[in-house]
């Protein structure tokens, strides 16, 4: 019986992409993958798909292609360069989903190129996306789209595939699916450094790291990649589930992103010199939540020796660890939101898109709608915020252990103390980002 | 022939107190010397010195004290815990002075508790110093001396002894000195960094470290500790010329220092992280110089092997270091003459001491009068440091190299140019520590 859906061409087979791409086999399209590493296009062979050896073999016949590399750059290479390149075979009227992360600036060069090249027929729409190896395999990844209305229709059926009901049309044209990616991405960095960084912390102190990570988890210092990374460290696991590097990549985007917006990034900053470290140390390749032997480097396997102690846990040591992921985490909200606004995008949207994706924190699903409504119902002050982070930072440097991340939060809602805020609700630490036009996020008069 | 000069008791005889020790015995004082480590005594008896195993003993008929241990911690127990406590045997109006680095509270926490005990005859002179080993021993330290009138008057011939002209008599009382020694560990703390993230970049950018130090020294980007710690790094030295464990505490009171300030120090805090991962890796009783090996975890002694390189000097790559250093100095520049003057200080004294001590770097000799005289002749704007420190910190992020110090600068400068100051010259830095009550160093209108 042969498939009645179209054919599908996929480039990049990696973690995230062999799971995006077998999902669309399982919902019987004929799928034929591209990838550099050959046991990935054995593997993918075994699970229905058709593997071919090169991008212009891959995308022969196909209306549906999607790039799934792991850089910008890798697409530019497998469209375009020499003779193997797809840009040779591509169908007429071919539909280009781009789910790579990139740099702004770099969906609208490959349109640009294409026209060039008298491709004008090809439409392009900007796609990266959000969610993990899971949520890919199972076709429920978060989706930026962004694109021209023709392009997005196109696509729309094979999006809906990938995504489900996570599929977000953003206004804005090429680039603005990106951007979203950007912002949400401020979050995941800083998420997946305080995870390490807090685990850590966990460890320094000597704490059971099991039942602390269940406290934790159910604690406000919650986020979904502190969710989602943790249990790797828990046990004996040396799988890739991402690579240190592309959340390296990530970051250096965010933080690219914030130098052409001329926009501050304290904690995405932060966050890049840690990973820059793990990367010198030479964890590139490993599991992101190896991280946390950078901060453990006479001990990098403590968390893990942790996992099965029998101590009891000290609720007040790990009330320290709570207060650093929540302070973190709120500073990190209001950093993602502002470069938002700063870049453009719709406010709600990417409140909408961030708190049911990969970027989620408690305290960004809590505090977040604040900025929104102009309503500042905190209970607590950006004065409580430093005096809790401030209790976290003392017993750190008794111990002589890094908190990178939590140490620039300090800063940051001290700086927005001495600029008169210290009895506002913690939330109006989103007006250190003030510019000479006023707050980005105004408070509601009451 | 008997020395005609009065009886000094000693008490600290480590890297620093050992020269001051000396030097005061060279003087033909009389000196008895305590420290705990036994070796240490033996060579300060070889020196002249008379060794004594006790506080109690040691402080014996001698009517000037010096303390130079390690911490306020040290002094208190030294001073105050158990039987050969030397406030036993504290000769009636002694002159004490506390030449170690404390928290700004501890002085006048001693004097209290002297007067608690019946010994308010004691006279006690808060005298915190700085200069390294080479001062130390030649009796040109630089000390910052505060307390009562009387208590100065007694010590002074002491002080002079071991400062020559470099000795600053602080107003302000108990604490004075303490807090000048503060503001000016904020810079030291900095730069020895800075010297290690500086000396590590040029590393990892293959240059050559000989010359790229000598070309290095004499450009803007240039500091005190950045010409003293260098040269320890480009020859097989293990001498433990100041351990990293001494400017972790230093950094540490600097720290506490913002926070019972209510004022955000990015740069001390960065900075502070950075030691704190060094003590993690067990770096903490090594000469501070050793610090760059954090930064090359693949190839800690790359500084070293590239002293004999025989490569020529890129100067292009050179002036990426150059001017991460600079935008470094100059940001840790505002950050320290911000703190003393929200702590109190005097600004003008402030710059006269740092610039003539440890804290000293081009930029803060450079730019540091434009603050205290309104007079903001800066060639460079806000923006051209952005653009300078986004230069080498995207050059670093393609070599996965970490500029913990030089990625928050950039930041800082971002924060000030979203601020309004893009345009005005570069020591318009400051006024991201503006309070409510307006900037705490104005510039004159022309």
Request: a negative charge; proline letters at 0%; aromatic letters at 6%.
């Given at each position: 019986m042969a498939s009645q859906k179209p054919k599908i061409a996929f480039l990049g087979l990696g973690a995230m992409g062999f799971g995006m791409a077998t999902n669309l086999v399982k919902l019987s399209h004929p799928v034929t993958g591209f990838d550099v590493w050959a046991p990935t296009l054995q593997r993918f062979s075994a699970a229905g798909g058709t593997p071919s050896t090169t991008p212009r073999e891959c995308v022969r016949d196909a209306p549906y292609v999607v790039f799934m590399v792991a850089t910008a750059a890798q697409i530019m290479s497998a469209l375009f360069?020499?003779?193997?390149?797809a840009v040779k075979e591509l169908k007429q009227g071919a539909s280009l989903m781009l789910c790579s992360t990139g740099p702004p600036e770099y969906v609208p060069l490959i349109q640009k190129k294409l026209k060039e090249l008298g491709r004008g027929d090809v439409l392009v729409v900007d796609a990266p996306v959000s969610g993990g190896t899971i949520r890919a395999a199972n076709g429920t990844l978060s989706i930026f789209a962004a694109g021209e209305e023709k392009a997005l229709k196109a696509a729309d059926p094979i999006l809906k595939d990938m995504a489900g009901n996570n599929l977000w049309i953003i206004p804005g044209g090429h680039g603005a699916g990106t951007n979203v990616k950007m912002v949400h991405q401020v979050l995941a960095g800083i998420h997946i450094v305080m995870t390490s960084e807090a685990m850590g912390f966990v460890a320094k102190l000597g704490l059971p790291s099991k039942s602390a990570f269940e406290a934790l988890k159910a604690s406000e210092g919650s986020s979904w990649m502190f969710e989602n990374r943790t249990p790797h460290m828990l046990v004996e696991d040396k799988t890739?589930?991402?690579?240190l590097n592309i959340i390296v990549k990530d970051v250096g985007i965010v933080t690219a992103g914030g130098r052409s917006a001329h926009f501050p990034l304290f904690l995405s900053s932060a966050a890049e010199q840690v990973l820059a470290s793990s990367v010198s140390a030479?964890?590139?390749?490993?599991?992101?939540?190896?991280?946390v032997g950078l901060y453990l480097p006479q001990d990098p396997t403590a968390v893990l020796k942790l996992a099965s102690s029998a101590e009891s846990l000290s609720i007040e040591k790990l009330k320290l660890v709570e207060k650093a992921m929540a302070g973190v985490h709120l500073a990190a909200a209001a950093e993602a939101m502002c470069l938002g606004a700063k870049v453009g995008l719709d406010s709600k949207t990417m409140f909408a898109i961030i708190s049911t994706a990969a970027g989620a924190s408690k305290m960004f699903v809590e505090k977040a709608p604040m900025w929104l409504s102009g309503e500042w119902t905190s209970g607590k002050t950006i004065d409580d915020v430093v005096a809790e982070l401030t209790e976290a930072i003392e017993e750190a440097n008794k111990l002589k252990y890094p908190l990178n991340l939590a140490g620039t939060a300090l800063q940051l809602f001290q700086l927005a103390s001495l600029k008169g805020f210290g009895k506002d609700p913690d939330v109006a630490i989103a007006r250190i980002w003030d510019g000479p036009k006023g707050p980005l996020f105004p408070r509601k008069s009451s």
């Open positions: 360069e020499g003779e193997d390149a890739v589930y991402s690579a030479g964890l590139g390749l490993v599991d992101d939540a190896n991280l």
